[in-house]
C-alpha cells in the first residue's frame, strides 16, 4: 500500500533516484518512497562482496567515480571517502599488452619507434593521410581511419568495435566518434578529471548512507507496474526505468546493448595486473575482463585467489538489462515521440537517468542531472507552498 499523502516517488534505487530521495528527505524535509524492481540498491553502480573471497566485485562493470564538477565532487564526498585510485585501461592485441588510449607509449610499442611528444601529431597525421580515401567520412571505419590512419584503427578499433556492436565498423555512422585523441605524453590515467577515486568502504557502503535519512523509505523487488495503479494524483514520481516500458510500448522498443558476465575465482594471486584488460581482437569473444581487486590496491593482496570477470556484449532482447543505448536517428526520433507522449499523459512522471533520458550518462553527470532536477523540484515546490 501506498501512502495517501505520499508526496514523492521514486523509481530506481540506483544513483539518480538516490541522489533526488536524498535531497528531496534532506533538504524539503519530505518523505519519500524509492522503489526498485532489483533486489538490491545501488543500480548499475553496485558492488558486493564475495563470501568465499573477500574481494569487492562490482555486479555490472567496474565503476570508478571521476569528474571535474565541483559542485558533484563536493555532493558526493559527503556519503563516502574516495580512495586516490587512478584507473589505467591495458589492451591486448596480437599476444601484446598496450596502454589505452593511444598515447606516445602505445605508439612507440605498436610502430616499434621512438617518438617524442613533438612528433607524435605530425607522425600521427602522416599516417591518417596515407590511408584516408578523401572526402567525406560515410562510416565508422573511414571515419577512424581518416583520424588515426589504418594500422591503429585495424589493430585497436575494428575488432572491438565489431564485438561491442556486433557491427562490422564499415555498417555503423560516423558520427559515433567525434574525435579519437591521440596522446602526445607517457600519460596513461584512462580519466583526465581532476578528480578520481574508489568509494573507499564500497558503493553499497556509499548507496547506505545516501539513503540513510529517515524520511527516506527504499522497498527493493518492487516494480513500478506493481503499484502504477495507485499513485496518490498529487504524487510526483521521479522515474529511471526504461521510457519505452512506461509508455507501454505505443511506438515499439527502444534498441539497447546488453552485456553479460562470466565470473570465476582464479588460484592467482594476481591474475591481469590491472583492473580492465581490454581484448581488441575479434578472435576472443569478450570485449575485456575486470579483475576488481586491483580497484583497491590500498587493501593489499586479499589472499591468494582473485575474481576476474569477462564481459561479452550483445543485443538487449526481452527480459535483458539494457545497458547501452543504440543512438541511431531512429531511436532518437522514437525517446523523442515517447517524450511527447509522457508530456501529454502523464504530466506528474518526470522521467531521467541512464534508462529514462535514453541516454548514456557518467556517475558524475548523473548526479549533476539528479542535483539540477532538484532545484527544479524545489523551486515548484516553495511555489506550491506560497499558492
Ligand atoms: C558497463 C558500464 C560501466 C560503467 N562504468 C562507469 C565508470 O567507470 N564511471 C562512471 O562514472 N560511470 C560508469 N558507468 C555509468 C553508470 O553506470 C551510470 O552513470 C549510472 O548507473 C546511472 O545511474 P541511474 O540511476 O541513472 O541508472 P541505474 O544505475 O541503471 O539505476 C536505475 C534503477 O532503476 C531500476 N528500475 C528500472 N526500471 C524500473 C521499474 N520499472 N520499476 C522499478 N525499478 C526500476 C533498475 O533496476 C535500476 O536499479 C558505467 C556504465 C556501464 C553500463
Redesign the pocket.
Known sequence: MLPRDLKYLV????????VLAERIASALGERVLV????A??????RSFIDPDTGIECHA????????AIPRVWEYVSRFTRFTPYR?KVLTEHRGRVYPMPVGLAAVNMFYGLNLRPYEVDGFIRREAAASAGGGEPANLEEKAVSLVGRPLYEAFIKGYTRKQWEKDPGELPPDIITRLPVRADYNTDYFSDPWQGMPERGYAAMFDALFRNPLIEVRTG????DIAGNIPPACTVL????LD??CGYAFGALEWRA?RFERDILPYRDAQGTAVLNQADVEIPWTRSHEFKHLHPERGPQGNRTIVAR?YSHACLKGDEP??PVNTPENQSLQGRYRALLAEKMPRVVP??????YR???????VDEALDLFETLRARASGENCA
Open positions: 523509481v530506481g534505487a540506483g544513483l539518480w533516484g538516490g522503489i526498485d524492481r532489483r538490491h540498491t545501488g543500480g548499475n553502480c555490472y562493470g567496474t565503476h570508478v567515480f571521476h569528474t584507473h518492487l516494480a513500478y507496474a522515474y529511471s526505468g526504461p516500458e512506461l552485456l564481459e545497458y547501452y531521467g537517468g541512464r534508462l529514462g533520458g548514456y550518462l557518467d556517475m558524475d553527470k548523473t
